[in-house]
């Protein structure tokens, strides 16, 4: 019997200095929505879906043959998915500089897998999402505006991870199926 299961590539968000501003940020900003789990912060590189223990074998050697050197993301701003006046995401963003060196690592990522059958519906933006929003909650645009330049740190990335996400009623739960560390 084949295993199903819903997967991604992630950087993590591990830096403390950075998961403590991300969590005042939460506690601070007047809006109904549901925070994400200060855990499971993360830059999604590429969504893969659902897919067979044995297609994650060939995922994870895949990966493994990318390289990549560590560099530095700036966390700062804030913006949502769709729009302000209906939102479903709240997210924290990215420096030039290090948002686009994510785009590049994203790219290697979905070249790689590219020949297994995987392709992304749309262009890689840098985001951490903080916030889902289930209910129509109106326009947040005054909220989000004392929030517009907010900076979150910084932190050093020197690996991405290939997640397994199991969705509990309590949210998801990730659990690593491999990990690929920088070269330098």
Do not use: C
Request: charged share 25%; net charge positive.
């Amino acid at each position: 019997m084949k295993i199903i299961m819903r997967t991604f590539v992630a950087v993590e968000i591990s830096d403390k200095k950075v998961i403590d501003s991300i969590s005042k940020f939460q506690s601070n900003i007047g809006i109904n929505a549901k925070a994400v789990n200060l855990d499971n912060l993360h830059f999604t590189l590429q969504f893969l879906g659902e897919i067979s223990d044995d297609k994650a074998n060939e995922v994870k050697d895949a990966l493994a043959k990318i390289e990549f050197s560590e560099f530095v993301v700036n966390f700062q701003g804030i913006g949502v998915f769709p729009k302000l006046k209906f939102p479903r995401v709240i997210w924290i963003g990215t420096d030039n500089e290090g948002g686009n060196k994510l785009v590049e690592l994203a790219k290697k990522v979905e070249n790689t897998l590219a020949p297994l059958g995987f392709t992304s519906d749309k262009p890689f933006r840098p985001h951490v999402t903080v916030f889902r929003i289930k209910n129509k909650i109106g326009d947040i645009t005054r909220e989000m505006k004392k929030f517009e330049n907010a900076e979150f740190g910084s932190q050093k990335i020197i690996n991405f991870k290939f997640k397994q996400s199991t969705l509990t009623p309590n949210g998801p739960l990730y659990s690593d199926l491999g990990e690929v560390k920088s070269k330098s």
